[in-house]
């Protein structure tokens, strides 16, 4: 089943609570989310879930700024699990 990464929560009558799953934050291993109050029809509430889902799987930071592919991959680099030492070479074939 696929993670939720967003969600909406009545607040009251015409105000709904929106929360964005972000992920960790790399340094901390705390989750980040994006919470907003939106005040109006909920479906004002959906699109402004919609809108930030669209932005955050494009890769816009808050600011609306993409990234290029040098600084995509340079922070996947930083992130990314390395494999030590033995892990790496226990699936080669030994030629000695």
């Known amino acids: 089943m696929a993670r939720k990464v967003g ?28 919470n907003r109050t939106i005040h109006g029809p909920m479906r004002e509430a959906e699109a402004y879930l919609s809108k930030r889902l669209r932005e955050r799987d494009l890769g816009r930071g808050r600011e609306g700024v993409r990234l290029t592919l040098n600084e995509y991959l340079d922070r996947w680099l930083n992130t990314a699990p390395q494999p030590s030492g033995d892990a790496l070479w226990s699936g080669m074939p030994c030629t000695a």
């Not at 009251?12 to 291993?29: A, N, P, Y």
Request: with cysteine; aromatic share 8%; hydrophobic share 25%.
């Open 7 to 34: 969600q909406i929560v009545s607040r009251g009558e015409r105000t709904w609570f929106v929360r964005i799953d972000l992920g960790r934050d790399c340094q901390t291993r705390k989750r980040k989310d994006h």
